[in-house]
């Protein structure tokens, strides 16, 4: 009761006070986003200007490009490379879920049962972070060697024979082929699948797990029933981490793979760098963009985290 | 309650964890349909205890048994206890309906329509259906917390702290709501708390738990009037306890001396082996005490136990008034004086005479700690 009666005399001081501070204070937050709606602008928005302006120009390297609103570009990117537009939403797709399958796991292991060992093993899932992404590829292609221990081991294993089989290594080879491109994009973006499926785990309250065997669900039904489901803005954040740069790798296609293997980002790559072909090289990117969009989307509407976020 | 099949009973339970121990092996029996409270200052030992009967602390020694079936062995998901968690630990992703479901669903019953729906009516949730934990109040969520543990018919519901979250006002109204429940679905209720003045009102039995141990077990009116230990004492309520030697036993009375004064209890209320010239500790509740200014001494009856002393401080509370008197047996006697007919000479500095029946006397061992539980309780107040 004394608490009640005591705030209104207490409300007059802090109105009369802090007015001045305030209206100056008011514009502090503007002022720190300026540097990021700046650095936005310049290297974001204009860059997607332009390279939408290019999509449309028509011309070549000797006589310059000019915007000659030339949609029918799109059509004929499409057209023609479908294949590997195909492929990269295949790889990656592939590629996200085997990231999903080895850090759930992991990611549970760290949140859960880790203990004191927590930060040991967060710092290993980030520790590749310290070499670059190129070298490390480069080393999947010494572990992928033809003759190799790996192989060698998969050979004697007749795991090679199934896999030939699905089309997905071609006989006695793993590397330049789709098997290896997909192994490098698992490797490569685990980590990014891992950090926010265990940020989410760990925001678990460990009593609903004992709430819900203390309501009869055994521990696997306690985590199809109760840990999965609360899990899932990790679960959604990291396939969408996983996905989206994977369908857009060039390099693990290009250094593990073959011509057989390309990627949407390899021809994209080449498009630009190579043939310089730039209007087609943009509507490339502009059509990954659109379909990467539209994927996400409907994914998030489906998984139903909107609210659970 | 003749019936003994779902009584829980305790059987030398016990748990360590490391060299601290948490639990002293400890006998318990639970009669079935009881609500029965564990008390006791954090730290105690009773929610240990209570997750031992759930099967969410696995006991180090000791048994646990639900009737004639020795669940010690069992894990939680197939004992038929459910628990109220402190802080209720609703599932967040799931609405009202779902989390009072959860339990029917685990075992397979199809139809749970009805059966929520009588649940929520019995806690009065009726209108939250769809709405997710996070969308209500606390009384609101401790009601669901009850509804998803009851809806089991559990042959034990245990009760962690379930008040312990809401304030003051709330916390009593759902004390009342709690032991209606429970009267209306006749299921054991085992409640942890450590608010002596809850366990009081909703418990047909409390065990007062200290260290590991229960200090004592027994109706509300039984502990409170005749505390067993000094910690009973100062935890339930208060008491004015004091040094007095053995004067002389007789018959079924014990006359002690404490300073300059003669008292004399009731040798059944005397936990302690008195012996003639052996020390013990005389209680008196404040509120069993009269308050006679000392010019008036003369009228006080004879027959009853009384000590002179000086009023040091008096604070008028409405119902009562509450006096603290500067007594040569004690420098801090509290006294609780109905406001009835007040007194006007009752003010401090005022010389006084401190009477009561010797009936409300009791007498504990003078080898303990004569602050026990007089801390813990201060302790939890600032908490």
Not at chain 1, 40 to 63: D, H, I, K, R, W
Not at chain 1, 115 to 140: E, K, M, Q, Y
Not at chain 2, 71 to 88: D, E, G
Not at chain 2, 119 to 134: D, T
Request: with cysteine; charged share 20%; net charge negative.
């Amino acid at each position: 009761m004394t608490t009640v009666t005591e705030a209104p005399p207490l409300a007059p001081t802090p109105v009369e006070e802090p007015r001045r501070p305030r209206r100056r204070g008011r514009l502090v937050p503007y002022w720190l986003l300026l540097p990021g709606i700046l650095w936005l602008l310049v290297f974001f928005a204009l860059p997607m200007v332009y390279q939408a302006s290019t999509s449309v120009q028509t011309g070549s390297l000797e006589e310059g490009y000019k915007v000659t609103w030339h949609f029918a570009t799109y059509w004929d990117a499409l057209s023609e490379y479908w294949p590997q537009f195909l492929r990269s939403v295949l790889y990656a797709g592939v590629a996200t879920v085997l990231c999903l399958l080895l850090g759930y796991p992991l990611a549970y292991l760290i949140a859960f049962r880790a203990g004191r060992w927590r930060n040991v093993i967060l710092v290993l899932v980030i520790a590749p972070f310290f070499t670059s992404f190129l070298i490390r590829t480069l080393a999947w292609k010494t572990i992928l060697a033809d003759g190799g221990p790996v192989v060698g081991a998969l050979s004697s294993l007749h795991v090679l024979d199934v896999t030939s089989w699905l089309g997905i290594t071609a006989g006695e080879r793993v590397l330049a082929t789709p098997l290896a491109v997909v192994c490098g994009l698992t490797y490569n973006f685990l980590p990014f699948m891992i950090l926010p499926l265990y940020t989410s785990l760990e925001r678990i309250d460990g009593r609903l797990h004992e709430a819900a065997g203390d309501l009869y669900a055994k521990p696997f039904t306690t985590f199809r029933k109760v840990t999965f489901p609360l899990s899932m803005p990790g679960v959604v954040s990291g396939t969408l981490l996983t996905f989206i740069p994977a369908s857009g790798d060039y390099v693990n296609a290009d250094l593990l793979g073959s011509t057989d293997t390309r990627m949407v980002g390899n021809v994209i790559q080449t498009q630009f760098l190579r043939i310089l072909d730039y209007p087609t090289a943009a509507a490339l990117s502009f059509i990954l963009m659109a379909a990467i969009l539209v994927m996400v989307t409907l994914y998030i509407r489906k998984s139903g985290t909107e609210d659970l976020v | 309650m003749t019936d003994t099949n779902g009584d829980v009973r305790l059987s030398g339970i016990s748990k360590t964890y490391g060299s601290f121990t948490a639990v002293h092996p400890l006998d318990l029996t639970v009669p079935q349909g009881s609500f029965f409270a564990l008390l006791g200052a954090s730290g105690c030992g009773k929610t240990t205890t209570l997750r031992m009967i759930a099967g969410l602390e696995e006991p180090t020694t000791g048994t646990v048994a639900l009737g004639d079936q020795d669940v010690t062995a069992l894990p939680p998901y197939k004992r038929p206890v459910n628990t109220v968690f402190q802080s209720y630990a609703l599932f967040p992703h799931l609405d009202v309906f779902e989390n009072v479901a959860f339990g029917l669903r685990r075992r397979g019953i199809k139809s749970v329509k009805k059966q929520v729906e009588e649940m929520l009516e019995l806690v009065q949730l009726g209108e939250q259906v769809r709405k997710k934990p996070h969308q209500l109040s606390g009384g609101q969520q401790q009601r669901v917390a009850v509804a998803r543990a009851l809806i089991n018919h559990p042959k034990v519901l245990l009760l962690d702290e379930p008040l312990g979250a809401l304030d003051l006002k709330l916390r009593r109204q759902m004390q009342l709501e709690l032991k209606r429940i429970q009267t209306e679905v006749g299921i054991t209720f085992i409640h942890v708390t450590h608010d002596q003045e809850e366990a009081m009102t909703m418990a047909d039995t409390v065990a007062v738990m200290n260290a590991g141990r229960v200090e004592q077990l027994g109706s509300p009116a039984e502990l409170y009037e005749n505390p067993q230990s000094t910690f009973v004492a100062n935890f339930l309520g208060t008491s004015n306890l004091i040094e007095a030697e053995v004067d002389a036993k007789s018959g079924d009375e014990i006359i002690v001396k404490a300073a300059d004064s003669k008292l004399v209890l009731p040798a059944a209320r005397c936990s302690a082996p008195a012996s003639a010239g052996g020390k013990v500790l005389v209680g008196i509740r404040p509120e069993k005490i009269s308050l006679t200014h000392a010019d008036d001494a003369g009228s006080i009856p004879e027959g009853r136990n009384r000590i002179t002393g000086t009023i040091a401080d008096a604070s008028f509370i409405g119902v009562s008034t509450q006096y603290v008197i500067d007594s040569p047996v004690c420098d801090e006697f509290a006294v609780y004086v109905q406001n009835i007919e007040r007194d006007g000479r009752l003010v401090p500095g005022a010389e006084v005479v401190l009477h009561w029946s010797p009936a409300h006397t009791f007498g504990l061992d003078a080898n303990q700690d004569i602050d026990a539980g007089v801390e813990s309780v201060e302790e939890e107040a600032a908490a």
